[in-house]
């Protein structure tokens, strides 16, 4: 099963040479499940044209919002919603939840109370995950046909499922406490008040949840890959 990569944004060059890109984290996190990968460059204009060029789609997250007037981001949103009409899966996580959600009539804004940086423990229809945040932004209102399967304490849509063809979550399964560390040093310092850096900071460890988080993502694109071939089946 192909998953194709949509890297809406960039690993820090300094971090790079210890964690690779965003791309190889995702690879990471889902090796080792029957799936191979291809990186597309979205950010720098690399967009496939056919949803149909990988048997699913995962939208990474971005240094940039869903709401900046970038020349990429409305060919992606319809992008995604080709996807939707091909019933072609889609992943998306951070930026790609939030642009998940724009795309197909949600809303996205600014959290009131700012930066939410470090982990963070979220509620999945009554089990707890502990898993790295990083961002400004989140969904205030949900797309109509999109499911709330997961809530923070600073983030009321965590998480969304479209039915049996997208899932995506604001936090970042991807990343490791020795990751987001960096990113603290490398893009947090003077973006992001010095307190909640440092805040985020010392509540990393003992890391976080991924491997469940990977487990279920693993599982939804198996079983939303093999849905249109179940219903074509049976018509």
């Known amino acids: 099963m192909l998953i194709g990569i949509l890297e809406t944004g960039h690993a820090p060059e300094q971090l790079q040479a210890r ?7 995702f690879e990471r996190l889902l090796g080792g499940r029957g ?6 460059d979205v950010e720098h204009g690399e967009l496939p044209q056919d949803p149909a060029e990988a048997d699913a789609w995962l939208i990474t997250g971005s240094r940039h919002g869903v709401n900046d007037p970038l020349p990429w981001i409305a060919p992606l949103e319809a992008f995604i919603r080709k996807a939707r009409e091909a019933h072609v899966p889609v992943v998306g996580i951070c930026f790609g939840h ?13 959290h009131p109370g700012g930066w939410i940086v470090g982990p963070q423990s979220y509620d999945f229809g009554g089990r707890s995950l502990r898993l790295n945040a990083w961002h400004q932004d989140q969904v205030t209102r949900p797309p109509a046909d999109a499911r709330t399967i997961a809530t923070g304490p600073d983030c009321a849509h965590a998480a969304l499922a479209y039915g049996d063809w997208a899932i995506s979550l604001q936090a970042h399964p991807e990343f490791d406490d020795a990751f987001l ?8 310092r003077g973006v992001v008040p010095e307190p909640r850096l440092e805040a985020g900071r010392a509540a990393l460890g003992p890391g976080p949840e991924s491997d469940e988080v990977a487990r279920m993502l693993a599982e939804f694109l198996t079983r939303a890959h093999r849905a249109p071939a179940r219903e074509d089946k049976e018509r």
């Open 181 to 188: 560390a960096g990113l603290i040093d490398t893009r947090g």
């Open 19 to 25: 964690h690779g890109d965003y791309g190889a984290m």
């Open 98 to 110: 939030q642009l998940l959600a724009k795309a197909l009539g949600g809303k996205v804004e600014r």
């Open 35 to 40: 799936f191979s990968f291809r990186r597309y």
